[in-house]
């Protein structure tokens, strides 16, 4: 059984870093996309950042500069870079694997906090 298992969550003030991990476990072949995205409250989730295989790297506009994505294929993992964080940020991030097949899991998302 394939699990997501994401880290790195928390309070941070505007203008602050914060960095987000995810790890995939369990058996799973032919990893297409693996990377982050949001759902604030109220809001339908939407695309943070993903990244193919091959590296690469698709943005949200309003992320493109502020965040980074990066990924090991080897260990199956991807990382989240988030600078210059704004309230606007606030939301539960979570982590995302596609495969070849289309087939996709999720993370159980982890609570980004943007607040004075």
């Known amino acids: 059984q394939v699990q997501l298992v994401e880290s790195g969550g928390g309070l941070v003030q505007p203008g602050e870093s914060l960095g987000l991990s995810c790890a995939a476990s369990g058996t799973i072949f032919a990893i297409s996309n693996m990377g982050w995205y949001r759902q604030a409250p109220g809001k339908q989730r939407e695309l943070v950042a993903t990244?193919?295989?091959?590296?690469?790297?698709n943005y949200a506009v309003s992320m493109k500069g502020r965040f980074t994505i990066s990924r090991d294929n080897a260990k199956k993992t991807v990382s989240l870079q988030m600078n210059s964080l704004r309230p606007e940020d606030t939301a539960v991030y979570y982590c995302?694997?596609?495969?070849?097949?289309?087939?996709?899991?999720w993370g159980q998302g982890t609570q980004v906090t943007v607040s004075s």
């Open positions: 990244m193919s295989h091959t590296g690469y790297a």
């Open positions: 995302y694997l596609e495969q070849d097949s289309g087939r996709e899991y």
